[in-house]
């Protein structure tokens, strides 16, 4: 209900050995219980097994993405993957404020914005970037370039919102 974690398994620099590395990216002032829905369902199954075999759960379906709705008022948050990665897209709704929008990274030595606008996160094991927003609007069919960078919030907090440039605030946001 706060977030997302992400679990690693990280070859440890210098050494052969695999570390784990488990930290949270939590989205505060978030709507905690957003409705939560499948999208482009796959032919993909998988089978879950918590505990004792009674509690397995075999050929549960799998989906290319993932939408919680309404994580901030008017905004929904698409997380997907391509290919090793995983992506996100903020879909901010006509009238929805773009500047609600805030993630805080838990567990984790560090964060920083980079040179070129990057979020670098450091942990124990290494380092992994979010990449530069790219925000965009269509309008009238026409997709339209909308400035974005992030922002760090403080400076001991790990906690960054998202400053975005002009835009038409009669069209969704993305």
């Not at 997380?79 to 404020?97: F, L, M, N, S, T």
């Not at 974005?148 to 998202?162: D, P, Q, T, W």
């Amino acid at each position: 209900p706060e977030g997302m974690v992400f679990d690693r398994t990280v070859k440890e620099k210098h050494s052969r050995q695999w570390g784990r590395d488990v930290s949270k990216c939590v989205f505060p002032g978030a709507n905690p219980k957003p409705e939560i829905v499948p999208v482009d369902i796959t032919k993909h199954r998988v089978f879950y097994l918590k505990g004792r075999k009674s509690t397995s759960h075999p050929g549960l379906k799998t989906s290319a993405a993932v939408l919680y709705k309404n994580i901030y008022d008017g905004i929904d948050l698409k997380v997907y993957g391509i290919e090793k990665k995983i992506e996100y897209d903020w879909i901010v709704k006509p009238g929805a404020d773009p500047a609600k929008i805030a993630v805080q990274y838990k567990g984790v030595k560090s964060t920083r914005i980079d040179g070129q606008g990057n979020l670098e996160i450091t942990s124990a094991l290494g380092s992994w970037l979010h990449k530069k927003p790219v925000a965009f609007q269509l309008v009238d069919g026409q997709k339209t370039h909308v400035d974005a960078v992030f922002h760090r919030e403080n400076k001991s907090g790990n906690m960054y919102s998202l400053k975005v440039g002009k835009y038409d605030k009669e069209s969704p946001l993305i």
